[in-house]
């Protein structure tokens, strides 16, 4: 998290990126560039994982999945038209119960 400055907040002040991980990482490896190579290799694993329909867990922290959704008819509120919503795949994120906010 950036530190704040200033009286006013922002959802920018309360995000993690890419970028923090990795600052964040390079502070115990030796280099900037083992940090960066590190973090896009737990990414890509994972990314590979969900693509394949596995579900991710990561113990104390959470889980990853990908939740499939059925084409669906909808009507359009602008003009009653019934269209088809079309089936879709959307990865999900759950919580451990043992993460503390």
Do not use: C
Not at 24 to 34: H, S
Not at 69 to 90: E, M
């Amino acid at each position: 998290m950036k530190s704040i400055q200033g009286g006013h907040l922002k959802w920018e002040d309360f995000q993690v990126n890419k970028a923090d991980l990795i600052n964040d990482l390079a502070k115990i490896l030796p280099t900037k560039k083992e940090a960066e190579q590190t973090v896009n290799v737990i990414f890509n694993s994972i990314k590979e994982s969900l693509r394949s329909y596995n579900k991710v867990t990561i113990a104390n922290f959470g889980s990853f999945y990908v939740k499939s959704y059925s084409p669906r008819k909808v009507h359009r509120l602008k003009d009653g038209a019934k269209i088809l919503i079309p089936p879709r795949k959307i990865v999900k994120f759950k919580p451990s119960k043992k993460i503390l906010i």
